[in-house]
Structure formats: structure tokens, C-alpha cells
């Protein structure tokens, strides 16, 4: 999992993205204890507001809740989806745009950069 600090930030973000998604005060929603229920109450999150939230997630942190947790329990609580998140942030990572890869069979040794130009 990552660090405390890191983990904490991930928190704060997806605190914010619940708020705009469930249309709620983000002063309100980071004072809500870790344990909210997202559908519960607090926080009301409604179908339509849990696929919009889980959107912006994939799209913030390449993490896509929906086909990683197929029950969605990671879902329970903003505690659950922060700790699913900050979990699957190691293994989701961008790939490195740097990197280069070697033409098989290439006689002259010319490599070709993830973006398919030789040089």
C-alpha cells in the first residue's frame, strides 16, 4: 500500500470527489469520519453519483473500481474506497513514456521509441 502521506492525500482528493459528485459541501465532507456510509445518510450518494464518482477516479488515478471490485464492497464507506484506491495506485502507475524498445531482428541495432519512430 502506499505511505501514510500519500494515502492521506489519495483521502482528501476522493473526500472532494464525493462531495461534487453527491452535490454536498466539501467543508462538509472532510469532516464526516472515515466510516461514512457513501449510500448512507450522510452522504446520500445516489447510482447516478456512485458511476460519476467512480469515473473520476479512473480518471484521476487510472484505478477502474467497477472492473477491479466486481461486488463493489469497496464502496462501503469512504474509508473502503479510499484504502481500494491507494491499494490499486502501486499497480495502476502510468507507464513510463521513456522508455525505449529494441526492434527484434534489427541487424543495425536502430531502436524504436514507444511512439513508433526510429532513431
Do not use: C, N, W
Request: proline fraction near 4%.
Amino acid at each position: 500500500m502506499t505511505d501514510t502521506r500519500e494515502r492521506a492525500t489519495v483521502e482528501r482528493e476522493i473526500r472532494s470527489m464525493i462531495a461534487e459528485a453527491a452535490r454536498l459541501d466539501e467543508a462538509a465532507v472532510a469532516g464526516l469520519p472515515a466510516a461514512t456510509d457513501l449510500f448512507g445518510p450522510e452522504i446520500g450518494l445516489t447510482s447516478l453519483a456512485g458511476v460519476t464518482l467512480l469515473g473520476t477516479i479512473d480518471k484521476r488515478y487510472g484505478v477502474d473500481v467497477a472492473a477491479l471490485d466486481l461486488s463493489l464492497d469497496s464502496l462501503e464507506s469512504i474509508a473502503t474506497l479510499t484504502d481500494f484506491v491507494a491499494t490499486h495506485l502501486q499497480s495502476h502507475q502510468p507507464p513510463d513514456r521513456t522508455s525505449v524498445l529494441f526492434k527484434k531482428g534489427d541487424p543495425a541495432g536502430r531502436t524504436v521509441t514507444d511512439r513508433g519512430r526510429r532513431r
